[in-house]
C-alpha cells in the first residue's frame, strides 16, 4: 500500500528526486510570490526579457547583486535560490518593534524563547468561547 502511496506521489511531482536547478527555483520565486517579471526587471535594473532568460534556463547564474534583490522582492531566501540551500523563505521583520523582538530572542535561553512563542501562539490563536 505505502508503494502505491509512494508512486502516485511521484508521479503527481510531490517528491523531486534530484535538486531543482537555478532556473526552477527563481519560477518558483516569482511565480509563488506574486510579484510581476516587470517588478522583478526594475528592482534588479534589468530588461523583462533578462527575467524570462533567468526563468527559462538561458542565464546559468545571476550576479550577487541580482541574486539580493530577487530575494527580497519575492522573499526567498538568496542562498536558497543560488544552490537551494537553508531555509526556503525567510521571514524579515516588517517593523522595528518586530525587529526589537527578534533581537531580544536571540539574546534568551532556550526555554524562556520556548515561553514567548507559547504566549505568543496563545494571543494569534485566542481559545474558542464556549456555550
Known amino acids: 500500500m505505502l508503494d502505491l502511496i509512494e508512486s502516485r506521489a511521484l508521479v503527481q511531482g510531490r517528491f523531486r528526486l534530484e535538486p531543482m536547478t ?8 516569482i511565480e509563488t510570490s506574486g510579484v510581476t517579471v ?16 533567468w526563468m527559462n534556463g538561458d542565464t546559468k ?6 541574486l539580493v534583490e530577487l530575494a527580497e522582492i519575492t ?9 537551494e540551500a537553508g531555509p526556503k523563505k525567510r521571514i524579515y521583520p516588517k517593523t522595528t518593534q518586530q525587529a526589537h523582538v527578534l533581537e531580544l530572542m536571540q ?3 532556550e526555554a524562556q524563547e520556548n515561553l514567548i512563542v ?7 490563536e485566542p481559545p474558542a468561547k464556549t456555550g
Open 38 to 53: 516587470a517588478a522583478v526587471a526594475e528592482r534588479c535594473g534589468v530588461t523583462p526579457q533578462a527575467v524570462y532568460q
Open 118 to 124: 507559547k504566549i505568543a501562539d496563545s494571543v494569534a
Open 61 to 66: 547564474q545571476l550576479s550577487g547583486e541580482n
Open 75 to 83: 522573499g526567498f531566501d538568496a542562498r536558497w535560490l543560488a544552490r
Open 22 to 29: 537555478l532556473s526552477e527555483r527563481i519560477t518558483e520565486a
Open 107 to 109: 539574546k534568551l535561553p
